[in-house]
């Protein structure tokens, strides 16, 4: 294990550098401008995003059979925008059986709905939908990478960024290392969760860590600062698996993350969103990196910036012991809850002039969220918890 604290500004685990430069009493997300100030998500590229969210909300509702009790958990709130905005789009039917839930480790922003319930942590026993949308990438985890034998060793950081190899990964730690992300040989196994666009399968896992989200009104994405994609492009195909200096992030404490959040839903889906990999598509020089305001700059963990890893969502798929788990892409999950980006006919141009231009506006922001190369490429990760799959229809 990397060392999870050592004298000030010595080096440690990326783990515990990230936890303190993140979360930790000056860490960057206790800013007052918030992650509003840095980042931008689908929850703020348009309102269309949390009126999917409510409609998938309404498809779990119907399949838990319309229950006198609906819960919406929102992990990772940022500021309470998706609740507040799922709570908004939702029928008034639904909404007045709804209780909302925004986890999220900031304080309560003022001024948020008071229908919301604020927590640190995701409430037990709930019946409905838990959604992460960008939480997992800010799990804090450990850095490997392989010294000139070719041994994968842990990263170990100091406050001003620099980097030193320290002891091999070993323990679990290794052994996730070995089945998910090979960097001595290989390839991983591919079982498990049922996937789409060749993602694989995971191995079990329980426990749980918390971590913020992020939003923003920025030019940029996290994703979009290392691709955006959750399949990345021909440089990380499966041959660069061995050599000196290649990486990888441990994405074991993701995986109890993960587990531990589903294990919340007594009835319900869970659904983790975010850029990620799968197998066989891992990079071979791994995805950290820093953030801020809106613009990518080195993983620095001193407090000032975010710092942000890509997902291996096939390992956190099958972190949980329940059938049924499935990876999509955004657009294809997007797309089965009505939002396609198509333009509106022309004919409403000459009928209704002012309807036309809103559905033109409309069309241009659902388009954003399920375009390729963007924000359409970040995976959707379901769990269905004693209920059918409700998006069957998303291909």
Request: charged share 20%.
């Amino acid at each position: 294990m990397a060392t999870e604290a050592g004298a000030e500004g010595g080096p440690r685990g990326w783990r515990a550098a990230t936890r303190a430069a993140l979360y930790g009493p000056d860490g960057f997300y206790r800013g007052p401008e918030g992650p509003a100030g840095h980042f931008r998500t689908s929850v703020h590229a348009s309102s269309l995003f949390a009126g999917a969210v409510a409609r998938l909300l309404c498809r779990v509702d119907e399949a838990l059979g319309r229950p006198a009790v609906l819960d919406f958990v929102d992990m990772a709130a940022g500021r309470g925008e998706l609740a507040a905005g799922v709570l908004t789009a939702l029928p008034a039917d639904v909404a007045a059986r709804t209780r909302v839930y925004a986890v999220e480790l900031a304080g309560r922003p003022a001024g948020l709905d008071r229908r919301i319930e604020w927590r640190a942590e995701p409430p037990e026993r709930t019946t409905g939908l838990l959604f992460a949308n960008e939480w997992l990438d800010n799990v804090p985890l450990e850095v490997a990478e392989t010294d000139a034998e070719g041994v994968p060793r842990l990263v170990l950081v100091r406050d001003d960024g620099t980097e030193l190899l320290g002891p091999p990964v070993a323990g679990p730690e290794a052994e996730w290392l070995a089945r998910w992300w090979p960097l001595a040989g290989g390839r991983p196994a591919a079982d498990g969760a049922e996937a789409a666009d060749g993602a694989d399968g995971a191995e079990a896992a329980d426990g749980a860590e918390a971590a913020d989200g992020q939003a923003t009104d920025g030019p940029a994405t996290d994703g979009e600062a290392t691709g955006g994609e959750d399949v990345p492009g021909p440089t990380s195909g499966p041959g660069a698996t061995s050599g000196p200096g290649l990486r990888a992030e441990i994405g074991l404490p993701r995986d109890l993350a993960w587990a531990s959040a589903v294990g919340t839903l007594a009835r319900g889906l869970a659904v983790a969103v975010d850029y990620a990999h799968t197998a066989g598509t891992r990079p071979p020089f791994g995805t950290l990196t820093g953030f801020r305001k809106g613009r990518g700059t080195a993983p620095v963990p001193d407090g000032s910036c975010d710092i942000t890893a890509h997902v291996a969502l096939d390992a956190c798929a099958a972190a949980c012991p329940l059938p049924g788990a499935r990876l999509l892409r955004q657009r294809a999950a997007l797309r089965a809850l009505g939002l396609t980006g198509s333009r509106p006919p022309l004919t409403l141009a000459s009928t209704d002039p002012a309807g036309y231009v809103r559905a033109l506006a409309a069309a241009s922001q659902a388009a954003e969220l399920v375009a390729p190369g963007g924000f359409g490429d970040f995976g959707w990760l379901l769990q269905p918890v004693g209920i059918p799959d409700v998006l069957a229809d998303a291909v």
